[in-house]
C-alpha cells in the first residue's frame, strides 16, 4: 500500500518534470515519516526508499538509532538551538534554518563531531503569522553568515505555502523561492552556490516541481494521514 503510494507520487513527480522540460533524477523525494511507526518505514526502505524527513527531535533520534543506518534523515521541523547536539552527529540535512543564532549552534555541534551539515534557510514566502522562517528581505543577510561558518554548507533555501483549496493558488509562493535562490547565486557572496530548492508538500508538490523544487516533502499521499495522540 505504502509502496503504491510511493510509486504513485514518483510518477506524479514525473509528470510534472515532463510538463516543465525537467529531469526527473533532478527531484528528491523525502518521504516525511512524523508520527508514523518504523514498520512503515521500512515497507519503504525496502522498496528502494532512503531519505526521509522528521519534524522533531526526540523521534528523529529514536528512529536514527533503530532503523538502517544507511538512511538519510533530514530535519525539516522548527529547531531549537539547545536540541542541535542531539542531531548532529548523523542528521544529512537540516531545512529549517531561520535565525543566525541557530547557524552558529549547528557550526558550533558540527564542529565537535568534525563534520560539515548541510542545511537550508527556511523562508516565511508568504508572511504567514503561524510559520516559521525568515522573511525574504532577511535571505541574504543570513547567507551571508552561514557562509562564513566552516561546519556548516548553505545549499539552498525552504518553504511551506499556506494551506490552499487550489494548489494553483501557490505557484507564486514557490516562484518567488525558486527566484530568491537565483538572486543568490548572482550576489554570490562567500562563494555560496545554492542548488536545492525544498518545496512541495502532499496538496502541491506538483506546482512545486513544476516551479523548479529539487526536493519535495511529501508526508500524507504517502503515509496516509497524521493522528497525533
Ligand atoms: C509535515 C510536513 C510536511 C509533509 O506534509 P504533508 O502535507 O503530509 O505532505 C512537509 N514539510 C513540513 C515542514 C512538514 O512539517
Avoid at 38 to 52: K, P, S, T
Avoid at 167 to 189: H, I, S, T, W, Y
Wanted: net charge negative; glycine share 6%; charged share 30%.
Amino acid at each position: 500500500m505504502i509502496k503504491d503510494n510511493l510509486a504513485h507520487v514518483k510518477e506524479r513527480v514525473k509528470a510534472a518534470c515532463m510538463r516543465s522540460g525537467r529531469n526527473p533524477d533532478d527531484v528528491t523525494i523525502l518521504a516525511v515519516s512524523k508520527t508514523k511507526p518504523a514498520e512503515d518505514i521500512m515497507a519503504l526502505y525496502e522498496a528502494g526508499q532512503r531519505d526521509f524527513g522528521e519534524n522533531y527531535v526526540q523521534e528523529l533520534r529514536e528512529k536514527h538509532e533503530k532503523l538502517p543506518s544507511d538512511i538519510r534523515w533530514h530535519m525539516i521541523g522548527h529547531l531549537q538551538r539547545n536540541k542541535v547536539k542531539y542531531i548532529a552527529d548523523f542528521i544529512e540535512m537540516i531545512h529549517s534554518v531561520d535565525s543566525a543564532a541557530l547557524a552558529l549552534t549547528i557550526e558550533k555541534e558540527a564542529a565537535k563531531h568534525d563534520r560539515v551539515i548541510p542545511v537550508l534557510i527556511e523562508v516565511n514566502v508568504a508572511g504567514e503569522e503561524s510559520k516559521y522562517g525568515v522573511t525574504p528581505d532577511e535571505v541574504p543577510e543570513l547567507a551571508r553568515v552561514i557562509g562564513d561558518l566552516p561546519h556548516v554548507s548553505l545549499r539552498g533555501l525552504m518553504t511551506s505555502a499556506p494551506l490552499v483549496q487550489n494548489p494553483e493558488e501557490d505557484r507564486a509562493v514557490f516562484r518567488k523561492l525558486a527566484q530568491l535562490g537565483v538572486d543568490m547565486n548572482l550576489e554570490n557572496d562567500n562563494n555560496v552556490k545554492v542548488d536545492v530548492l525544498s518545496m512541495g508538500m502532499s496538496n502541491d508538490f506538483e506546482v512545486a516541481v513544476e516551479e523548479g523544487s529539487t526536493c519535495v516533502r511529501v508526508g500524507t499521499v504517502i503515509f496516509g494521514a497524521r493522528v497525533y495522540g
